[in-house]
């Protein structure tokens, strides 16, 4: 019941930002956890950030830390990732992702996340 569809990838010099937006559909309630995850060439899908709808408690990939934001925007039914400092390890394509859950997991366990958006192509340059 849940529609997620992300956007805002693009192609930006090392150092640069951007804001990678996810725009969701079907929330009846304030019990999601939902997260960001990316996946580079060649490489497994990994966790970058998570929140919980009801709460707004951020978790962070230690790769991230710092440099990375996730937030969210209720009027707009959206949810960021603002992306600062970019490093060329950053590259990969971004998914959003979500569960229904009175609290997020400690873990980033892909078989956990329910529902899932397309994808978009973030890639930075040296």
């Known amino acids: 019941q849940v529609q997620l569809v992300e956007s805002g990838g693009g192609s930006v010099q090392a150092g640069g930002s951007l804001r990678l937006s996810c725009a969701a559909s079907?929330?009846?309630?304030?019990?999601?956890?939902m997260g960001w995850f990316r996946q580079g060439p060649g490489k497994e899908r990994e966790g970058v950030a998570r929140i919980h709808t009801g709460a707004g408690s951020q978790v962070y990939a230690d790769s991230v830390k710092g440099r990375f934001t996730i937030s969210q925007d209720n009027a707009k039914n959206t949810l960021y990732l603002q992306m600062n400092s970019l490093k060329p390890e950053d590259t990969a394509v971004y998914y959003c992702?979500?569960?229904?859950?009175?609290?997020?997991?400690?873990?980033?366990?892909?078989?956990?996340?329910?529902?899932w958006g397309q994808g978009t192509q973030v890639t930075v340059s040296s």
């Open positions: 992702a979500a569960y229904q859950s009175g609290y997020c997991y400690n873990e980033w366990s892909i078989r956990r996340w329910k529902y």
């Open positions: 079907g929330y009846t309630d304030s019990n999601y956890c």
